[in-house]
């Protein structure tokens, strides 16, 4: 998309949609983070959508994070890694990004841990949960959380602020909410444990096709790419 017109009209349509839905969950708009994904975007297009009040930006793979970092205007922004994370590729992202959604094990969190601590950092961790119980996508099992958890918050160099979780992909979003009220009731029992260094703040679940939902069941953190930028292009050069 290069039409700087049309982008607005789509995050202004984004945002009414958020502040609609959050009305009916008995918030407001201010209490949702809309992230705009921006896998396979190109940098100046991202930095149109910024000059349009986008504040938060997710990305995919360390890949692109690396190759657009010092093109996008990041005053004021904030950087969310929302893919999948392997413990060898946190040393090129832990002094660029500001929060990672996809901590997946405790051996990703030491990894984080460790990389932090050399650049005297605490990062803001989501523990990602695979609360439909699908083989195709990441997360730790639902019932492991707290096991995971308690293994985690003794790191001093990560800090545990919520949940994250992609549910299964449906042309009906009705059909998911279960996975987010789950997901909800999850993050809820989590925060009453009141573990050290745990600090259930966020829960980042809904994407362009069910964040509606996800924020009528307590999402406050959104994921959104294709209803802002369009269909991805997978064949442009970043």
Not at 211 to 232: D, S, Y
Request: with cysteine; charged share 25%.
């Amino acid at each position: 998309m290069s039409d700087f017109n049309q982008l607005k009209r789509n995050i202004q349509e984004i945002q009414n949609r958020i502040a609609r839905a959050a009305e009916r969950s008995g918030r407001t708009f201010e209490d949702i983070s809309l992230v705009a994904v921006t896998k396979t975007v190109e940098p100046d297009i991202i930095n149109q959508a910024i000059q349009l009040g986008i504040h938060h930006i997710g990305e995919n793979k360390v890949q692109e994070i690396m190759k657009k970092y010092d093109l996008i205007n990041s005053s004021g922004l904030k950087w969310h890694l929302i893919g999948h994370l392997q413990t060898n590729k946190v040393k090129y992202i832990i002094d660029k990004v500001d929060m990672i959604h996809s901590v997946d094990s405790y051996k990703l969190a030491v990894e984080i841990d460790k990389r932090a601590k050399k650049i005297n950092k605490i990062m803001d961790i989501l523990i990602q949960v695979n609360i439909s119980g699908e083989e195709s996508k990441y997360g730790i099992q639902p019932d492991e959380c707290h096991a995971v958890i308690q293994d985690i918050c003794k790191l001093p160099n990560v800090k545990v602020r919520g949940l994250m979780t992609i549910a299964p992909y449906t042309d009906d979003a009705e059909t998911v909410r279960p996975y987010f009220r789950d997901l909800k009731k999850l993050f809820i029992d989590i925060a009453e444990k009141n573990y050290d260094n745990v600090s259930m703040d966020y829960l980042s679940m809904g994407m362009t096709g069910d964040f509606e939902v996800a924020i009528e069941e307590g999402a406050n953190i959104v994921r959104i790419g294709t209803a802002i930028f369009g269909p991805r292009q997978y064949n442009n050069t970043i």
